[in-house]
C-alpha cells in the first residue's frame, strides 16, 4: 500500500508460525509514552465454530485449527513508535488468572493526574478482568466493583470519568451494565439503570461522549438502540432513546462502532459472524451488508448506508432511511462496520468482510457434504441471476425453516451484485471520508493480502500516524502504520 507500510515481521507477533497464527486479531489497540500496545485475541474462528456454532472438529477447516497446539494465555504486546525497538510481549497471563484475551485497551488520565494504560480482558467463569499500568511493564489488576459482565466491548471517557460498557457474552438480554471510575485502582462503581421508558434497554456494544453527553449503543432483541444522558452524567430515570428498532431494520442488531464526527454521530451495524442472531429464539440471521447511521445533535438520525430493509421494523424516534449508498459500501459481505475513527480530520471506517471465508468453507463443504455438494453442482449461475424477483415464491426456494416475513428480494440482489464484483476486493476494506457520507477507499482487499479479512483496529497517535491492526486467522494479526505525520 503506498500510504501504510507493515510494521509487523512476524505475523502474530511470533517468530515461530505457528504460534502467531493463532494471534490472529489485534483485538485491543492504545499507546502510552512512547509506544503503542496491543491485546491479541486468539483463535478466534477455531473458537467460534467450536464454542458458538458447535461444530464438530472434523468440520473445521484445517486452515483455523491451531498448530500443534494451542498456545494458552493472554497476551499484550508493544511497539516503539520511532521503530527503534521492535515487538516485545509485556505481558502473559496464566491460566489461573482466570484471564482470557484482551478485548478493550484504552489511555485514561487518572483523578490524581496519573496517565495510565487500561485493558480489559474476557473473563473464563467470572466477571471482565481489567489491569491497568503506568509504565507499560508493570501490570495490576483493576477490577475491583467488576461483579457482572463476561466481555467488554466499550470504554470511554467522558467528563473527566471513564466509563466502561460489558455484555454477557454475545447478548441478547435487556440488561444494561455500565461501570463508572475516576481512579481504576480504587476500584469501579456499577451505574444505576432504572427500568422504566427513561432508562436503556439491551447490553452495551459500543459508547462515545458527544455534545456534552454520554451515548450508548445497545443490543436488545428486536434491532439495535441508542441511548444518551440528559444532562451529561448517566443517572437513572435520566435518559433519551435516540434511536430504536435498528433505525428501521431489525437486522441491524448490533452497533458494532461508534464516533463523533463534525458535529454528528456516526453508528456502525452489523450481525455476530454475519449470520448469528442475538436472539436466542431465532439464531440464523441472514446475512448483509452494514448499516452507517448519523445522529444530529437535534437527535434526529439518517441511514446514509443502507439498502431498503430485509427485516422492516417502525421506530418510535426521529429519523429516515435514506441511504445514498449500498449496505456495506455496496459489498454485502462487509458484515461488519467494525472502527470508526477520526484522524487528520476525516472519518476513518474498518470493515470486516466475510468473503475470503468461502473458499475454506466450500471446501470443508465437499470433503464432509458429498451428498449436498452433488445437488449444488448443477446450480446455474445464470439462470439465478435471471429470476424474477418481483414474483418469486419464497417457498420455491426450500428453505422454509427461514423467516418468510424477510425482504429476500433485497437480500439476494445485494448478494448477488457483491458476488458478480467480488474479485479484488476480498479482504477487509479501509475506507475515508471528509464530510461523513462521501466516502473514498484506501484499501478494498485487506492491505494487499485478502488473508486480512477485518480492520480490526484503528488507532490515531498522539505522534500523528495512524496505525492499522487486522484480523487475520489464516496466518496471524499484523500491524500497519502510515507513511507520514498530518
Excluded at 319 to 328: K, L, V
Aim: proline content about 5%; aromatic content about 12%.
Amino acid at each position: 500500500m503506498d500510504r501504510f507500510r507493515n510494521i509487523t515481521p512476524f505475523n502474530g507477533f511470533y517468530e515461530d508460525a505457528n504460534l502467531g497464527q493463532q494471534n490472529n486479531y489485534v483485538w485491543a489497540m492504545s499507546e502510552l509514552g512512547a509506544y503503542i500496545y496491543v491485546g491479541v485475541g486468539k483463535n478466534i474462528v477455531y473458537s467460534l465454530l467450536g464454542s458458538l456454532l458447535n461444530v464438530p472438529i472434523q468440520y473445521i477447516s484445517e486452515a483455523f485449527i491451531p498448530k500443534p497446539s494451542i498456545n494458552p494465555g493472554a497476551e499484550i504486546w508493544r511497539y516503539r513508535k520511532d521503530g527503534s525497538e521492535n515487538w516485545t510481549q509485556v505481558y502473559k497471563s496464566n491460566l489461573q488468572d482466570d484471564i482470557g484475551d484482551f478485548r478493550y485497551m484504552i489511555n485514561y488520565k487518572t483523578a490524581s493526574g496519573k496517565r495510565v494504560l487500561l485493558a480489559a480482558a474476557n473473563s473464563f467463569s467470572s466477571s471482565v478482568k481489567m489491569l491497568i499500568s503506568e509504565d507499560g511493564e508493570i501490570w495490576e489488576d483493576a477490577s475491583q466493583g467488576i461483579t457482572v459482565g463476561d466481555t467488554a466491548r466499550a470504554m470511554v471517557e467522558h467528563n473527566g470519568k471513564m466509563y466502561l460498557g460489558v455484555m454477557k457474552r454475545l447478548g441478547g438480554s435487556l440488561e444494561t451494565i455500565l461501570y463508572e471510575t475516576n481512579e481504576p485502582k480504587n476500584g469501579w462503581t456499577q451505574v444505576e439503570i432504572g427500568t422504566g421508558s427513561n432508562n436503556p434497554r439491551g447490553e452495551i456494544a459500543s459508547m462515545e461522549s458527544f455534545d456534552g453527553n454520554l451515548y450508548i449503543g445497545t443490543a436488545p432483541p428486536g434491532g439495535l438502540e441508542v441511548w444518551r444522558t440528559r444532562e451529561g452524567l448517566p443517572r437513572k430515570d435520566q435518559w433519551k432513546l435516540v434511536v430504536d428498532k435498528g433505525a428501521g431494520e431489525a437486522l441491524n442488531q448490533l452497533p458494532l462502532s461508534m464516533k463523533a464526527f463534525k458535529g454528528n454521530l456516526y453508528v456502525g451495524t452489523g450481525i455476530w459472524s454475519g449470520v448469528f442472531s442475538i436472539d436466542p429464539s431465532k439464531r440464523f440471521a441472514p446475512p448483509k451488508g452494514f448499516d452507517l447511521i448519523r445522529i444530529s445533535s437535534d437527535d434526529t438520525w439518517t441511514v446514509i448506508v443502507g439498502n431498503e430493509a430485509i427485516s422492516p421494523t417502525n421506530p418510535t424516534t426521529d429519523g429516515i432511511r435514506r441511504p445514498e449508498i449500498s449496505a456495506g459500501l455496496e459489498n454485502a459481505s462487509n458484515a461488519y462496520c467494525w472502527q470508526l475513527k477520526e484522524y487528520n480530520n476525516r472519518l476513518y471506517l474498518g470493515t470486516w468482510d466475510w468473503s475470503v471465508l468461502l473458499p475454506a468453507f466450500i471446501k470443508t463443504l465437499i470433503e464432509n457434504f458429498p451428498d449436498i455438494t452433488s445437488k449444488l453442482s448443477g446450480v446455474n449461475m445464470d439462470n439465478i441471476k435471471s429470476l424474477d424477483f418481483n414474483n418469486l415464491n419464497i417457498q420455491d426456494l426450500n428453505i422454509a425453516s427461514l423467516d418468510p416475513n424477510y425482504n429476500y428480494e433485497t437480500l439476494i440482489e445485494s448478494i448477488l451484485q457483491s458476488l458478480m464484483s467480488m474479485k479484488g476486493t476480498q479482504g477487509g476494506d479501509l475506507w475515508v471520508s471528509h464530510n461523513g457520507f462521501e466516502w473514498r477507499y484506501i484499501t478494498l482487499n485487506g492491505l494487499g493480502d485478502p488473508h486480512n479479512y477485518g480492520i480490526r483496529n484503528l488507532l490515531p497517535s498522539e505522534n500523528g500516524m495512524l496505525y492499522v491492526g487486522t484480523a487475520n486467522p489464516y496466518e496471524g494479526c499484523e500491524v500497519w502504520v502510515s507513511k507520514w505525520r498530518c
